[in-house]
């Protein structure tokens, strides 16, 4: 069964830098594309980043610009989002969501299999 757990999540102040974990199961993190999605309140669900499953290309929003890097790591079947300069509009809880396709997409309507978030509030 298809399944992922984020962690890594927490309370940094503006500037700082956080690392996301998504842990997958039931499938390998180099078969499907797998994006981060963010949320905050009374907003609708954002796509941040993905990863396509074919050859690790990446794709940002232009918010985040160079500030965010998704990777995955075969070995440990685990994607991750480093996140760096962090601004108190990152703030938001984070998911990571997959799906059977293997395209770039951001599009949550795209992906039928969600973690249950983990929440980043960056404040001094």
């Known amino acids: 069964q298809v399944q992922l757990v984020e962690s890594g999540g927490g309370l940094v102040q503006p500037g700082g830098s956080l690392r996301l974990s998504c842990q997958a199961s039931g499938f390998t993190v180099d078969s499907y594309t797998i994006a981060w999605f963010r949320q905050a309140p009374g907003k609708e669900r954002e796509g941040v980043s993905c990863?396509?499953?074919?050859?690790?290309?990446?794709y940002y929003i232009q918010s985040v610009g160079e500030r965010f890097t998704i990777s995955r790591d075969l070995a440990k079947n685990t994607v991750y989002l480093q996140m760096n300069s962090l601004k108190p509009e990152d703030t938001a809880v984070y998911y990571c969501a997959t799906g059977p396709i293997t395209k770039l997409l951001l599009q949550p309507d795209d992906f039928p299999y969600w973690g249950q978030g983990t929440q980043v509030t960056v404040s001094s």
């Open positions: 990863i396509a499953s074919s050859d690790g290309s990446t």
